[in-house]
């Protein structure tokens, strides 16, 4: 056997050290991305987890992590797949039967975060698997209790709901720990054709039927303001007219009344007044004389005159 030179054998354990230490000082200082989140394994178990940033660990095998993606929205596509920037539909799954036995193709997107690291390593063994079965059972057992008239029309944010809801009960139930943020439907709609065609007619003919609401709305709001503006205006003026009549009608009582007190005390006189002052309202141009037939003669009073000459006198005299 050759010997080793002087040395040697001391420089290769001291070698042999320091790749050792290197080795484990490799297995014990790791990074967490921003969009991760790590799962500390300790023997096997886990024991906690790091957010971003630069952690310490014990060496392996004592100590191991399990970096996934937990602080970003992934999403899943339901009916269809993204190939080179375009959609291919998948029959397989989307195409499914109402709850009046038709037939309709439904495209959706499910958004979804995961919430317990712990749960979705170790509840399920393939989570993305899980969430896409589970969103496809509960996209078929909402449809296939909706009717095809409301779920490709406004019935369509009612099924994103119950799907909602019928998906969160499904990850509760497996415990996954999958938190499901939002699901979207691209499509509901009869397959492509003749019977696509008429199904779009008749939603075209339901958004002109709410248009001309809309409108028949908008002339209501516009004529029925106007409408009561006038009737109001009507009331107004009927209320003043029968004001008025009543204080006419009040002023005439009390005008009667007023004569009817000095007829009591002269009926002669208060007679002969109103007959001479009826005349001069019915004959205003007539000439007043004034006659007593005494005897036999014939005595007269020109009152016209002597009011025609003291008018007359009235001018010339200052």
């Known amino acids: 056997m050759p010997k080793l030179p002087k040395g040697m054998g001391k420089a290769v354990i001291i070698g042999a050290v320091l790749l050792a230490v290197i080795g484990l000082g490799s297995t014990t200082f790791y990074t967490v991305q921003e969009q991760e989140r790590a799962a500390i394994m300790t023997f096997g178990k886990f024991t906690g987890e ?29 009916g269809y797949i993204e190939k080179n920037g375009k959609d291919i539909s ?27 690291i712990e749960k979705y390593l170790y509840n399920i063994e393939e ?37 909602k809801e019928k998906l969160d009960e499904l990850n509760n139930l497996y415990d996954t720990g999958i938190l499901i943020q939002d699901i979207k439907f691209q499509d509901i709609e009869p397959p492509e054709g003749e019977v696509s065609n008429a199904f779009k007619e008749v939603t075209n ?3 002109e039927k709410n248009t001309k609401i809309n409108n028949a709305k908008k002339y209501e709001n516009d004529i029925i303001p106007k409408a009561r503006g006038e009737a109001q205006a ?10 008025s009549r009543i204080l006419n009608a009040q002023g005439d009582v009390a005008k009667f009344n007023a004569v009817q007190q000095e007829y009591a005390k002269s009926p002669s006189i208060t007679e002969n ?7 001069e309202k019915i004959l205003p141009n007539a000439k007043i004389i004034i006659s007593d037939n005494n005897d036999s003669t014939v005595k007269y009073f020109p009152v016209n005159d002597l009011l025609k000459g003291s008018a ?6 200052p």
């Open 273 to 279: 007044r109103l007959i001479l002052e009826t005349l």
């Open 234 to 243: 009507i009331l107004e003026n009927a209320e003043a007219v029968k004001k």
């Open 50 to 78: 790091e957010k971003a940033g630069l952690h310490f660990k014990l060496p392996y095998p004592i100590q191991d992590v399990i970096k996934v993606p937990a602080e970003i929205t992934q999403r899943i596509h339901i």
């Open 90 to 116: 998948e029959e397989g799954e989307s195409l499914m039967i109402t709850g009046d036995e038709n037939i309709v193709s439904a495209d959706a997107v499910v958004e979804w975060k995961i919430g317990n």
């Open 205 to 207: 003919a339901r958004e």
């Open 127 to 163: 989570p993305e698997l899980f969430l896409r079965n589970a969103s496809i059972a509960a996209i078929r057992t909402v449809i296939g209790s909706t009717k095809l008239d409301s779920a490709i029309t406004d019935g369509k944010t009612e099924v994103q709901i119950k799907v």
């Open 312 to 317: 007359k006198g009235a001018t010339t005299t």
